[in-house]
């Protein structure tokens, strides 16, 4: 199937790949198919891209590469929505605002995007016990770590 992506122009994508967002994206409720692209051919950035609105698409992540001691216990509401059977099924990824300079983009450890692999089912999950908020400087905290961005 061939769809037409913000960042990469039309491409060739499996439809077996297609990521369900049964509830869509907060702002996006509309939304609910995706598909996880690479940004780049190698690196940690991947594009989450609409299936339906070709110019919607969310640079993402996952936390664990910048913030290796990001946790995230899942509400039982969304292990069962997603369906999830094993942890290893599961990927998280939270979406970046990119900024110029890079070193001002941020990332939002407060609403990760959580995909069960297996069953290819997505939901973004609002963290509201948590003392996360939604712009955490990447930069910063990859310098902080040793790693680079």
Known sequence: MKIATKYHGEIEIDQANIIHFNSGIPSFLEEKQFYVLPFADDGPFFILQSIQTPSLAFVIVSPFE???????????????????????????????????????????????????????????????????????????????TGKEG
């Open 66 to 144: 910048f913030f290796p001691g990001y946790e995230l216990k899942l509400p039982e509401h969304v292990v069962e929505a997603l369906e999830i059977a094993q942890a290893e099924d599961v990927a998280t990824f939270v979406i970046l605002t990119v900024q110029e300079p890079f070193q001002n983009t941020t990332a939002n450890l407060q609403g990760p995007i959580v995909i069960n692999n297996k069953k290819k089912l997505g939901k973004q999950v609002i963290l509201s016990d948590s003392s996360y908020t939604t712009k955490h400087l990447l930069v910063q905290t990859a310098a902080a």
